[in-house]
């Protein structure tokens, strides 16, 4: 079974620019998480899709941050305009169903805003 | 859950000792514990986890155990080998239609050959 994609690995823009992350959940999982983690600290949650819906998108900055989930599989998380402490590593996962906890995460895609 | 704390931030073992982490939460409400661990480069992996029904789980080498009432719960690992070096992280869930994860802030376990 593949595991969750995500694109790219490594990204390095300036401050101000923007940037778009994408994730492919573990085929027929409906719950997808978009989480940030900073160097030495545990992952934090951002957004929760299921399905194509948003669950909870309350710990997303929303004046620079949107992810979407259009059709219930792939999804984008976005970042404009990028500022420093946005530096983390941005990582995905996904569930089988609402009704689980188990989360399965993929490799993650390391930011650098410099 | 509201907030997990995750001790000790460092661990060095030697190669055939035991480790073990300590996480200890704060919402009564939680009721499944995970414990991830994740290599330099990686996303974390599921190694074991845990739900308030049970007070302890064992796979192989690893080990689990929950104290509900004092809230704590604790990963355990045996007869340890260079390859269990990685980043250790605690979770946990209080379901309630969102099945959400707080983490800790992590354990770095060195096994020194």
């Known amino acids: 079974e593949a595991g969750v994609a995500q694109s790219p690995r490594y990204k390095i823009i300036e401050k101000r620019q923007s940037v778009a992350f994408w994730c492919n959940p573990i085929?027929?999982?409906?719950?997808l998480y978009w989480y940030q983690q900073i160097l030495g600290q545990g992952p934090k949650l951002l957004i929760q899709?299921?399905?194509?819906?948003?669950?909870?998108d309350s710990q997303l900055p929303k004046d620079r941050f949107s992810a979407e989930r259009l059709k219930g599989v792939d999804s984008t998380l976005k970042i404009q305009p990028a500022k420093l402490e946005d530096s983390a590593v941005y990582l995905c996962a996904s569930s089988l169903d609402p009704g689980t906890d188990t989360q399965y995460f993929g490799p993650g895609t390391r930011l650098t805003v410099l | 859950g509201e907030n997990v704390e995750q001790h000790p931030s460092t661990l060095s073992v030697q190669e055939g000792d035991s480790a073990v982490i300590k996480c200890t939460y704060s919402d009564s409400a939680s009721n499944y514990f995970p414990w991830y661990k994740q290599e330099l480069g990686k996303g974390p992996q599921l190694i074991i986890d845990i739900r308030s029904n049970v007070g302890e789980k064992k796979d192989q080498r690893i080990a689990v155990t929950l104290n509900k009432t004092a809230k704590h719960f604790s990963l355990h690992i045996t007869e340890t080998q260079p390859e269990d070096s990685a980043v250790y992280f605690c979770a946990d869930s209080s379901g309630a239609g969102s099945y959400q994860l707080t983490f800790g802030k992590g354990t770095k376990l060195s096994v020194i050959p």
């Open positions: 085929s027929g999982h409906a719950t």
């Open positions: 899709f299921q399905n194509n819906g948003v669950v909870d």
